[in-house]
């Protein structure tokens, strides 16, 4: 809240009426040029509240393929900054205020055998609930958050009562930072795959090259759901751009010229839900469905192929028929190699 500067009861939706008040007073005066006005940096219209709340919120402004938009000029961020220093800024106080210091002063972490006091369950939901709480988690973007935070906690009920035991979305759900390499073994239609999982960070990166040795395919995954986001290390590039040219290192590297490159497209759930609130063209201009294009474009061996699937981890059953997908691609590079 104080990084984006947004009051603690902010209500986009109220705040509205100012804003289309504004951009009348702002047509008025400038005799019918809208150059300057708030509607025309909004497409506010006058039709219908609905639209006007989407045309705003989906209101940013690109500054290069790749950037996050700036917002300085969109006025629903300006009157959240004008109301944020009005109620005191980082110095807030109230309900939903005092509920946030509780949250705070509360341990990190917990161990098996504790459970949150209801008094603490209290203080999160009231936090959650709060419309400027919510006005933030629209624009999540623009900070690092966990893609399962809503999931959590519209489910907060159920996963605080002292009997809690994880389901299958649950633990789907969960992510952790994967900081070392790890080894599993899977069957798949009695094949037996091995799979080394290799942490995607810049950090992690040094920590690949014996692990590439004899692959018999490389499975790489980026999320398109991320292009209006920045990368956790530098906090400046693009996540799609980053994703893009360390995917053109791996796959144009002599190494892997004949190795079988397997591209997912992951959290198309997320990427569906987001593009109605978020335009990628904003992000990236040129936009037309083409992140698979654009990654296939990378590739400089054209004799070898990459099989590119739209994938969301959290659906079982979908990923069960890549999973299947995947063998049979690792069954055909083995046949080929043998010359069978």
């Not at 623009?142 to 009562?161: A, G, N, P, V």
Request: charged share 25%.
């Amino acid at each position: 809240m104080d990084t984006l500067k947004i009051p603690y009861g902010f209500d986009p939706s109220a705040t509205l009426e100012r804003v289309d008040d504004q951009a009348a007073k702002n047509e008025d005066e400038a005799d019918g040029d809208f150059h300057g006005s708030v509607e025309s940096q909004t497409g506010i219209d006058r039709n219908g509240s609905d639209s006007k709340r989407e045309s705003v919120t989906a209101s940013k402004h690109s500054i290069g393929e790749g950037h996050n938009p700036n917002l300085k000029n969109n006025p629903l961020v300006l009157l959240a900054e004008q109301e944020y220093k009005r109620k005191g800024g980082s110095r807030q106080t109230g309900a939903v205020a005092d509920a946030a210091i509780a949250i705070k002063k509360h341990p990190f972490s917990i161990i098996q055998g504790e459970f949150l006091s209801p008094e603490t369950v209290a203080h999160i939901k009231t936090v959650w609930n709060d419309s400027g709480i919510q006005y933030c988690f629209s624009r999540a973007n623009e900070f690092q958050l966990m893609d399962s935070c809503k999931y959590f906690m519209t489910d907060l009920d159920r996963i605080t009562l002292k009997t809690y035991v994880p389901n299958e979305q649950d633990i789907l759900n969960c992510r952790i930072m994967t900081t070392s390499i790890s080894e599993t073994k899977i069957s798949i239609k009695s094949v037996t795959v091995k799979i080394y999982d290799v942490g995607g960070q810049r950090s992690e990166r040094k920590k690949w090259a014996p692990y590439f040795d004899d692959v018999n395919a490389i499975i790489y995954l980026a999320a398109i759901s991320s292009y209006d986001q920045v990368c956790f290390e530098d906090n400046s590039t693009n996540r799609i751009l980053e994703s893009l040219n360390l995917f053109s290192s791996i796959c144009n590297h002599p190494m892997f010229k004949k190795t079988s490159m397997i591209l997912f497209l992951n959290k198309i759930d997320l990427f569906k839900s987001k593009i109605e609130t978020s335009p990628v063209a904003n992000y990236f201009p040129s936009y037309t469905e083409y992140f698979a294009s654009r990654f296939l474009a990378l590739n400089k061996y054209p004799e070898r192929k990459i099989y590119v699937h739209f994938t969301w981890a959290t659906d079982t059953k979908q990923t069960k028929k890549v999973l299947d997908t995947v063998n049979k691609i690792i069954l055909n590079s083995n046949l080929e190699n043998a010359n069978i």
